[in-house]
Each structure stands twice: as C-alpha cells, then as structure tokens.
C-alpha cells in the first residue's frame, strides 16, 4: 500500500513539473508550426514508438526521442513538449497501457524536450540555431557554439528521461534506482547521444524543405529511412544481450536436467548472490557479474564425466567424490571460453567452493584470498541446499537456515557476509520466496534407500553443500 502511495506521488510530481516546464517554455521565442507540420511529426513519433523495442527492466527504448528533439529545436519547448505528449499519448493507447503509465510516459517526455530547451536557451542556445539560418553565411564561431549547446540540450533531455523512468521503475518494482538505470541505459548511452545528433539533421532537412517546397515534411521523410536505421540498429543490440542471456539460462537448464533434485538450483542461488550482492553496496556492473557467475557456477557438470555421478542414489565413493570436486575447475574452465567472462566471473565460479578457513577446493584459499564473488555464492549455494526438500529430509525453515550460517561463519563462511545475510530485511525477504517457489515444486516419485538419512543429515550440517557435491 505504501509502495502505491509513494508511487501515484512520484507520477503526479513528474505531471506537474511537465506542465509547469511546458508552460514556461510558451512564452520563448519560437516558430510557430502549421497543422500539416504538427500532424507530421505527431505521425512519424507515433509510428517509431510502435516500434519499440524492450529494455532489460520493465520498460521499453525508442528512437522518436529524434523526432521530439527536432520539434524542439525548430518550434522551442512548448511546440516540442507537446508534440512528445500527444504522439506519446497516441502510442500508449495503441499497446493499451494502464492509465497512471500514460499519464506518466506522457509526463517524462513533455518534462525532458520541455525543461532541456529551457537549459539550451538559458545558456545561449538559439531557436531556431543558427545552422538553420538561409540568410546568409554562418560565422563559423557562431556554429560552433550551437552545436555545443545542441549536445548540452541532448544530455539534459537524455539524464531526465533515464532518471524519471529508472524512479518510476525502481518505486513500483523495489529494486535499486541505480541498478537499474545501469541495466537499462548500460550500452546505449553513447548510441542515445550520437543519435541525438540526428536531430539537427532532421530539423535542417525539414527547414530546407520547408523554404524551398514550402512543405517541410518532405525533409522528414527523407530522413525516415536514415531514422528507421537507427532503431534497427538499437534492437539488433537489445537482441544480442536477450540472446546471450538466453543461451546461458539454456546451458544452465540443461545441466540441471541430469540431476532433477537440483530443478531451478543454479536460478536460485544466482537470485540470492545478486541479493546478498545489492546489499553489501556493490556497484551494479559488479552485482550482474556476481549474478552470472551464479548462474553458471555448476556449468561445469555439463561434462558426461559427471552424469553418473548426479544419478547415483548411494553415497559416493572416495574416488567419485575426487572426481565429482573438479567441477569447479571445469566449470571456470568454460567459462573462460567467452572472454567477456574472464576476470571476476571466472574466478567466482573456479572458487565457489573454497571455504573461509581453507578447506575448501580446489586451490585451497582462505579468507581474503577468497573471490568476494565466490564467497557470496558459497553461502547462497549454502542457504539453496538448506532451503529446498531433499530425498533425505524436509526443507529447514528460514530461522534454522540462519542459524546455521551463524554457527559456521568464521570457518565454512566470510563472517561479514554472513551478518550482512542474516541482518538484511532484503536478503531475508529473498530466501523467503525463493523457499516458497521450491516448496511449490513437486519432486520425483524415485524410491531411495533413506537408510543412514540422519547420518548424511549431520553430515550436510556441517559442510552444507548441495546433494551430490559432498
């Protein structure tokens, strides 16, 4: 209930300063469009935001941004910001979007052509910019400066839009604001500024046109195709990021595929790595590295090597369990083969099963030595096991899991970890739901020999590592 309040006062504050920002601007020297000119760009924003294409959290990118912004340099704020809400308007009814995500997608990008104009012009900038000028020669000086301001106005419009939206996502999701602004504005930042750039492209194409055919859409349309190449551009990267990410979730269920016990394991302990990450104040490219690195700690089981040994209902022989302890190694191993990998996520996932005081495998490290990373995974791995019904024994309840932790911090466990684990509202909060979401999983009917089941119960409490690994 709060979270609603807090976000139904998030969007009414971004209305009001839209329309005060618009406002403002009616009173700035500007050209003033024809009903022709209006429908044209109202028409060809409308068409671009139909063709959006998703971000990585909860919302969509773009590009009539180059659309809005030429109305802004040709007609000022008010002409811009209201051209941007009502092609807005337009698109949002067309995908059928809730009302209070109208009203607010409207807001954000009156606010953003609205209030950047206003900073264009408080710093010299001209309406229209002197590059659009047919009345003689252009000092180069003068054009110089314009352009300088463009790129001014360019980074106000983009830091209001990225800002406003990651808000509006981060209040009603509970997630970080910068993590994702990070997620979502990651690898476009330099794709939005340069093509930003188009704007001035297609406010001068449509300036000629309008002097020389007195009807400045067709210099629009001349520009569509260069526009629409844009936007191609932007979905081929969103694409290659969803693709990736998809091949790894692919990888990872076919891993887990071999041992059924384990369904959903490797999702789980990444959502609660990420977790345990967010809270200890990790900047957000590191928290994604910690997410991977989670997600593919057991890749290495990939191996046929391993197959028998995650079918085998007995205990493990000496042998299989040497065997079964090089997983790490190959896991890190593959790892490795995509470069982007190599460095944090590699060593994450090698280490994962190193333990505090040195006991663990496969290098033996202690303490510090230990990859931040692998020592988060370790205790989410940990808390997985504990959390989730095994063949020989029900799942504990979050207040035994912690208790557990507790008691072996210091030996199996990064002590501050730990108390960052079970101090943090968030990281219980997690587990909670993951528990919720394992418990609702139904595990296979196979008849096991639970004879000695107390005996590898004490076992598993004092090294908590998953079924099979031990």
Sequence with gaps: MKQKLWLNLYVACVAVLAAAAVLW?????????????????????FMLDLAANPLRVAATGSVSFIVFMSAGLLYGGFWGGWIAAVSTLLSQLAHQRPLQRVVFNIAQ?????????????????????????????????????????????????????????????????????????YLNSKGVVGYDLGASALAMLVAWLFHRAEEGAAYGPFGLLGVFVIIL??????????????????????????????DPYTSGHSIRVATLARAIAQECGMPAAEVEQV????????????????????????KLTPDEMALL????????????????????????????HERWDGKGYPDGLSGEMIPRGARMIMISDTIDAMSTDRPYRKRLPLEAVLAELQRHKGAQFDPLLVDVTINSVNVRRVISELQSISSETKQPSTQLDLGGSQRALKQELILWRPRRVL
């Design 25 to 45: 601007a009616e009173g700035a020297e500007s050209l003033t469009p024809g009903p022709w000119q209006i429908v044209c760009f109202i028409v060809i924003g």
């Design 229 to 258: 190449t844009i936007r191609h551009i932007y979905g081929m990267y969103r694409k290659l990021q969803s693709s990736g990410r998809e091949l790894l979730d692919l990888m990872v269920k076919a891993i887990e595929a071999r």
């Design 291 to 314: 997410y991977t690195a989670a997600l593919l700690h057991d890749v290495g089981k990939i191996h046929e090597e391993f197959a028998p040994l995650l079918r085998k209902d007995s």
């Design 325 to 352: 302890q090089t997983h790490p190694v190959k896991s890190a191993d593959l790892v490795g083969i995509i470069s982007s990998f190599r460095g944090m996520v590699q060593d994450a996932v090698r280490s994962h």
């Design 109 to 181: 990008r009156s606010l953003a052509i609205a209030a950047a104009i206003l900073v264009y012009k408080a710093i010299g900038g001209g309406l229209p910019p002197v590059y659009l000028s047919s009345t003689g020669p252009v000092q180069p000086g003068a054009l110089q400066r314009d352009l300088g301001f463009f790129f001014v106005f360019a980074a106000v419009f983009f830091a209001i839009n990225t800002i406003s939206v990651s808000a509006v996502i981060a209040i009603s999701s509970g997630q970080r604001f910068r993590d994702v602004w």
